[in-house]
C-alpha cells in the first residue's frame, strides 16, 4: 500500500515517525520539525488515516508491512523508527518481524499487550451518530460528538479528521468502519514469537496510564534491551504537551 507522507528535511539518518490511533502525520509535526536538523525525517498517514488509502483489513501486521513498503519505495535499507500509541505498535511489529530495518525505536506511551478493554467506544458512538451527509457546518458535529466525548481537546483531534471534498461536501479522512471493525487488531497485543535485540526507547506519560507495571515483563520478553522514560507532567498525547522533551529524549537516544 502506498502511504501518504511528508518528508521534513534531508539532513543525517532516516528516521520514520507514525501517529495514533483517528490521527495524521500533521500530529507529530512539531517533533518532526525539532528533529528536523537532525536526521532526514518523513512522517506517515498510516492505512485508514489521513491521506492515505483505505483498506477493509487493519492488522499490526498489515500496518508494518505498509511501513516495509514505504522504506523501500525511498530506498532506506533500516531507519530510525519513532511511534505514539497505535503508530508505536505498529512500529514494534515492524521491528519484531523485521528487525534488520530499524536501527533504533523509540515508542510513545504504548505497550506490546493486548489491552483487552475497549477504550474508544464513546468515540466511535459519536462518530457514528454524525450523519455526514447531512452537515452543513463544523459547528453541527461538534455538538453531535458533545454528547459522546465530554473533552473538548479530545474533540478537537477527532475534528481534525473531517474535511471538505471537492463537491463541498463534508466527508471524514479516517475509514471509521474499517478502524470499528478491525478495532479488536487495533488493540491486540504484538507477536511475541520473536525478539528485537536492539535499543528501543519507551516514553510514558507520567499520568497516562496505558503504559504501566504490569506490562514489564511483556516488554521484557519482545524487547530485553528496552529502556523508559517518564515525560512528567504528560498524559497520553505527550508529544503535544511537551514537544520540546519528547523531541530531546528522542535526539538523545537516537545519537547515544
Given at each position: 500500500?502506498?502511504?501518504?507522507?511528508?518528508?521534513?528535511?534531508d539532513?543525517?539518518?532516516?528516521?520514520?515517525?507514525?501517529?495514533?490511533l483517528?490521527?495524521?502525520?500533521?500530529?507529530?509535526?512539531g517533533?518532526?520539525?525539532?528533529?528536523?536538523?537532525?536526521f532526514?525525517?518523513?512522517?506517515i498517514?498510516?492505512?485508514?488515516?489521513?491521506?492515505?488509502?483505505?483498506?477493509?483489513?487493519m492488522?499490526?501486521a498489515?500496518?508494518?508491512?505498509?511501513?516495509?513498503?514505504?522504506?523501500?519505495s525511498?530506498?532506506?535499507?533500516s531507519?530510525?523508527?519513532?511511534?505514539?500509541?497505535?503508530?508505536?505498535?505498529?512500529?514494534?511489529?515492524?521491528?519484531?518481524?523485521?528487525?534488520?530495518?530499524?536501527?533504533?525505536?523509540?515508542?510513545?506511551?504504548?505497550?506490546?499487550?493486548?489491552?483487552?478493554?475497549p477504550r474508544?467506544?464513546?468515540?466511535?458512538a459519536?462518530l457514528n451518530?454524525?450523519?455526514?451527509?447531512?452537515?452543513?457546518?463544523?459547528?453541527?458535529?461538534?455538538?453531535?460528538?458533545?454528547n459522546?466525548?465530554?473533552?473538548?481537546?479530545?474533540?478537537?483531534?477527532?475534528?481534525?479528521n473531517?474535511?471538505?471534498?471537492?463537491?463541498g461536501?463534508?466527508?471524514?479522512r479516517a475509514?471509521?468502519?474499517?478502524?470499528?471493525?478491525?478495532?479488536s487488531h487495533i488493540i491486540?497485543a504484538?507477536?511475541?514469537?520473536?525478539?528485537?535485540?536492539?535499543?528501543?526507547?519507551?516514553?510514558?506519560?507520567?499520568?497516562?496510564d496505558?503504559?504501566l507495571?504490569?506490562?514489564?515483563?511483556?516488554?521484557?520478553?519482545?524487547?530485553?534491551?528496552?529502556?523508559?522514560?517518564?515525560?512528567?507532567?504528560t498524559?497520553?498525547?505527550?508529544?503535544a504537551?511537551?514537544?520540546?522533551?519528547?523531541?530531546?529524549?528522542?535526539?538523545?537516544?537516537?545519537?547515544?
Open positions: 500500500m502506498e502511504l501518504n507522507f511528508k518528508q521534513f528535511s539532513v543525517g539518518e532516516p528516521l520514520v515517525m507514525v501517529h495514533g483517528f490521527g495524521s502525520l500533521e500530529n507529530l509535526a517533533i518532526a520539525k525539532l528533529l528536523s536538523d537532525s532526514s525525517v518523513y512522517s498517514d498510516l492505512r485508514n488515516h489521513g491521506r492515505s488509502p483505505h483498506s477493509d483489513q492488522t499490526l498489515d500496518m508494518a508491512g505498509d511501513i516495509v513498503e514505504f522504506l523501500d525511498q530506498n532506506i535499507d531507519a530510525y523508527l519513532f511511534g505514539h500509541s497505535l503508530g508505536g505498535k505498529a512500529m514494534m511489529e515492524l521491528a519484531l518481524s523485521a528487525p534488520e530495518r530499524a536501527k533504533k525505536v523509540v515508542v510513545g506511551d504504548i505497550a506490546p499487550v493486548d489491552y483487552v478493554v474508544h467506544e464513546h468515540i466511535f459519536g451518530a454524525v450523519d455526514i451527509d447531512s452537515v452543513i457546518a463544523r459547528k453541527d458535529v461538534d455538538d453531535v460528538l458533545a459522546f466525548i465530554k473533552e473538548p481537546p479530545v474533540r478537537s483531534f477527532i475534528l481534525k473531517l474535511y471538505k471534498t471537492e463537491s461536501h463534508f466527508a471524514w475509514n471509521v468502519k474499517a478502524l470499528q471493525v478491525n478495532y491486540g504484538n507477536r511475541s514469537d520473536m525478539q528485537y535485540l536492539n535499543p528501543i526507547l519507551f516514553l510514558k506519560g507520567e499520568h497516562s496505558y503504559l507495571p504490569e506490562h514489564r515483563s511483556e516488554v521484557a520478553k519482545r524487547f530485553p534491551n528496552a529502556d523508559l522514560k517518564v515525560v512528567t507532567g498524559g497520553h498525547w505527550l508529544h504537551e511537551k514537544p520540546n522533551m519528547v523531541a530531546r529524549l528522542t535526539a538523545t537516544f537516537l545519537n547515544d
